[in-house]
């Protein structure tokens, strides 16, 4: 179908089926004209103040193929790539291919999935950045002949930037597109974390089941849902940080604790 749609000219923007588009992506791509491919990331965290697109040291993260832009003009032979190599490696994940392909014009090692992990070990860009009309830009594909750019993960979220984070909510960024991931229990658990968010409409009877709900209120107290440090009064971020910090015990450390007394509370 990809190839179907570039091979009529048409400009693609494809989506997972576990995801949701809050609002229009296309006048956002319009901003970068000279693009032939756009992808999001399952990167953890954003690395530009203006929210455009990731910085290019991002691009060491997996390319999310939940969604992406391809160029018809150009990416042709990229989509035709993709799908021959897909042939030819049956066990290779279609989301490796992708960035291991992309990664041919800028990587060093020519190692792919299994070998070296699917991004290879100490790629670099080396491609020439002129003429591009963005800094965070880059050429990729083979021979440089394409122009690739990894989409903000603020604004096109996978699951834990988007869902569990909230970074958009946090940074007060409009946000385009989330994708369900970074979560168990498969599309049942996609789907609760979707409705937890707001996202996912259920019919009325959901709330309402003929053998009833079973609700339980529990106040819980602020110094648990905010916990901040003793000693500077600044809030602790995430539980990650107990293994941000490379100096700490990280089964003691009080990120982590917080974390843990709130869910023992509950």
């Not at 588009?21 to 296309?26: A, D, E, W």
């Not at 604004?155 to 869902?163: D, I, Q, R, Y």
Request: charged share 15%; net charge negative.
């Amino acid at each position: 179908l990809l190839i179907d749609l570039l091979e009529l000219g048409v400009n693609t923007i494809l989506v997972d089926a576990d995801t949701v588009l809050l609002r229009n992506p296309l006048p956002f791509f319009r901003r970068w004209p000279d693009a032939d491919v756009l992808a999001s990331t399952d990167h953890l965290v954003n690395s530009t103040a203006e929210h455009g697109l990731e910085q290019l040291h991002v691009a060491h993260s997996h390319w999310n193929v939940g969604l992406f832009y391809l160029k018809a003009a150009t990416a042709k032979p990229f989509a035709h790539a993709w799908r021959d190599l897909l042939i030819r490696k049956p066990h290779w994940w279609d989301q490796h291919a992708f960035g291991w392909l992309l990664r041919q014009g800028v990587t060093g090692d020519g190692k792919g999935p299994g070998e070296g992990g699917p991004n290879g070990p100490g790629w670099h860009l080396r491609g020439p950045k002129t003429g591009l009309s963005d800094p965070y830009l880059f050429r990729c594909f083979t021979n440089h002949s394409l122009v690739c750019g990894t989409l903000p993960v603020v604004k096109f979220a996978n699951g834990h930037v988007g869902l569990v984070q909230r970074l958009h909510a946090k940074l007060d960024v409009p946000l385009y597109f989330v994708h369900a991931t970074h979560q168990y229990s498969a599309t049942a658990g996609k789907r609760h974390r979707l409705r937890e968010a707001g996202v996912w409409i259920d019919p009325p009877e959901y709330y309402s089941p003929p053998e009833g709900l079973l609700y339980s209120p529990m106040p819980i107290p602020e110094a648990l849902l905010h916990p901040t440090d003793p000693t500077t009064g600044e809030p602790y971020f995430q539980p990650q940080q107990a293994f941000l910090d490379k100096d700490a015990n990280h089964s003691a450390h009080p990120a982590l604790q917080a974390s843990f007394a709130l869910a023992n509370y509950q």
